[in-house]
């Protein structure tokens, strides 16, 4: 990613003219992207910059959830797609292209051109799994319970 002014914040500020903004409170905007992989495609973000979800406040969390189930009912009684994709990428090796968090509401039709999402198979050893899993477990023992 690179150091040029933020897109997302200029919609965010009102200084961009060419968005189709569709939602907007005191906590996110949602819009459609500039290349859209199917029609009603929708970005959900928050207002506040935020580079990804590593530095996203759990406040913050609370409300792109909220707004992201709002807006996800909105899709699907707009447009009445057979299916959603929700994405959100984090770093470039995830293909985030825009360094503010974003979330993707993709609507899905059967005939789309979006096709498959996952890998049809993957072929990790049962020893790979378990290393990651013990790890893992590691680090989720130490996340504070509320």
Not at 70 to 77: I, T
Request: aromatic fraction near 6%; glycine fraction near 4%.
């Amino acid at each position: 990613m690179n150091n040029a002014p933020c897109p997302f914040c200029s919609i965010v500020n009102q200084t961009d003219s060419a968005v189709r903004e569709v939602y907007r409170n005191d906590h996110v905007i949602a819009f459609f992207p500039l290349n859209p992989a199917t029609l009603g495609h929708t970005l959900v973000i928050p207002r506040q910059h935020v580079p990804h979800i590593w530095e996203l406040s759990e406040d913050s969390a609370g409300h792109l959830a909220i707004s992201i189930i709002r807006l996800s009912k909105a899709v699907k009684n707009a447009i009445h797609p057979d299916g959603l994709n929700i994405i959100q990428s984090n770093g470039e090796a995830a293909t985030q292209s825009v360094p503010h968090i974003h979330v993707h509401l993709v609507p899905r039709w059967e005939s789309d051109a979006i096709g498959r999402i996952w890998p049809p198979k993957t072929s990790y050893s049962e020893a790979a799994k378990d290393d990651v899993w013990e790890k893992l477990l590691g680090e989720c023992s130490r996340i504070e319970k509320t």
